[in-house]
């Protein structure tokens, strides 16, 4: 099982940019292709990004397309989210996971972290 604790997350102005982190440890020799979900105030948890192991395929959700970008380290066991042009509908509790396979379904991810919570002001 892979350990993930997530950094980076703050009180922002609109507009302004966040690199959140996700450091694995563990069994962080397996092949996980990684995710970041949100989840804002009563609402559900959602898909924002997703990036397989090898880094050679990403995807990220359509409302946050051309702002945010996911990227990885693997000799650091490191994941990040790259927020750009950030909006106040991006105020959420975000959360790295791991998963199998590379998927955009939650019940996909096996392993999650703790989250850090994003806060935009407008």
């Known amino acids: 099982q892979v350990q993930l604790t997530e950094s980076g997350g703050g009180s922002v102005q609109a507009g302004d940019s966040l690199r959140l982190s996700c450091a694995a440890s563990?069994?962080?020799?397996?092949?996980?292709?990684m995710g970041w979900f949100r989840q804002a105030p009563g609402k559900q948890r959602e898909f924002v990004a997703v990036?397989?192991?090898?880094?050679?395929?990403?995807r990220v959700a359509d409302s946050v397309k051309g702002r945010f970008t996911i990227s990885r380290d693997n000799t650091a066991n490191t994941v990040y989210l790259h927020m750009n042009s950030l909006e106040p509908e991006d105020t959420a509790v975000y959360y790295c996971?791991?998963?199998?396979?590379?998927?955009?379904?939650?019940?996909?991810?096996?392993?999650w972290g703790q989250g850090t919570q994003v806060t935009v002001s407008s």
């Open positions: 990036i397989r192991w090898s880094g050679s395929d990403a």
């Open positions: 996971a791991a998963a199998g396979f590379y998927s955009t379904i939650e019940e996909h991810f096996h392993s």
């Open positions: 563990g069994s962080t020799h397996m092949h996980y292709d």
